[in-house]
């Protein structure tokens, strides 16, 4: 039987989920191996150098630079606090004498007899870790943080915005095709991960936002909404570090598309138990896909190989007879599908150039031809 492979999202009730869990820079772990830790869990922690400050002291003082170190009021490594006199002039027979103040709270640095500057060094910043998903930690890495894994449901997304949250999922729309308008949200819906069928409207985020969703997952979304959203166009390399006060994740494309309805199922299924939900996006080499993960009940405990395991042992991102995938280019965006045909022989494209194709068998009950590179496969 022919078989080819590309780059899928995975939608599957069951999988082994591993989420690796560390510090920018070294601190302290928090948590001990085989501890069970929740999605808000710090499990580690740091604290980062806080902002340097620069002052030309000696200028405001109309000092030479070598005679700055017997006009300072505070020695290196005193606490200071903003508008606080640092340094004084001797002034004319002891009177209009001029001051440094403190530009922020901290601590004093650096004197130079050099250059006449003042460094204070801000408080320091800190670094938390949480554990994102529910489950056990398997594993400490000493000094950075931790793996933690469980058994979840995973679906991943087309496409996202912001970052890592957390919440309950609540069904606003009935079916996978009814649009998500603002009528849909409600109150009951603070800190909640919203989920939708087809597309996300401007005014349902607007109003989710308003109430303290934590996140909105639906089918698709509007370019122009997204746009408006944002403030600006979105870049091509990476999300996930917008500041938008809530997770965007569309599963299907951008347009009024409906969500697929096996993942419109899987998340009703599960509708009121907490979700983690990542809208970081990587569309370039080292892809990173927004997801949603579902940690179950032990009941629900399987063997899996990772993230993003396939269901009953598939290898991850293979296309054979039967392989349902979704369509990711025009014209025939969105559409899902099983591989019903792998000619071996290159086809002629409509362009005049020629590639290796697949004959999907859609959903509707059509037959269509596309090039290889224009599915991914739908895992689960």
Known sequence: MAKAF????????????????????????????????????VVAQTFMEGDAFPMRAANILSANPKDLSGLM????????????????SKGIFGMMKTEVKSAADGVLESISDATGMVIIRGPQHPVAVQAYVSGEVIEVIAG???????????IQGIFGVSG????????????????????????????CVVIGG????????????????????????????????????????????????????????????AMAARTFKLLASHAGRVASVNGATQIRAGVMRPEIVIPLDAA???????????AGGAVAGMLEIGTS????????????????????????????????????????????????????????
């Open 6 to 41: 590309t780059p899928g999202l995975t939608v599957t009730a069951r999988t082994t989920y591993r989420a690796r869990r560390v510090l920018p820079i070294a601190g302290d772990v928090l948590v001990a191996r085989g501890a069970q830790v929740n999605a808000d869990t």
């Open 73 to 88: 009021l505070k020695k290196l490594g005193d606490t200071v606090a903003k508008d606080e006199p640092i340094a004084r």
């Open 144 to 154: 950075e943080g931790v793996v933690i894994e469980n058994a979840v449901a995973l």
């Open 164 to 191: 890592e949250t957390h919440g309950p999922i609540a069904m606003a729309n009935a079916a996978a095709g009814d649009t998500l308008d603002e009528a849909h949200i409600t109150a009951a819906m603070k800190g």
């Open 198 to 257: 087809a597309r996300m409207t401007a005014a349902a985020i607007k109003k989710a936002k308003t109430v303290g969703a934590a996140a909105i997952v639906s089918g698709g979304i509007d370019d122009q909404d997204l746009r408006d959203f944002l403030g600006h166009d979105i870049g091509v390399a990476v999300t996930g570090s917008e500041r938008t006060g809530i997770t965007l994740i569309i599963t299907e494309g951008f347009g009024d598309v």
């Open 300 to 310: 629900h405990h399987g063997s899996g190989g990772g993230p993003a395991a396939a």
């Open 325 to 380: 995938v979704r369509v990711i280019r025009d014209p025939y965006f969105g559409v899902l599908g099983t591989v019903a045909a792998l000619p071996e022989q290159p086809a002629v494209l409509g362009s005049g150039s020629r590639a290796r194709v697949l004959e999907v068998a859609t959903v509707d009950g059509s037959r269509i031809t596309v090039p290889r590179a224009n599915v991914e496969v739908i895992d689960g």
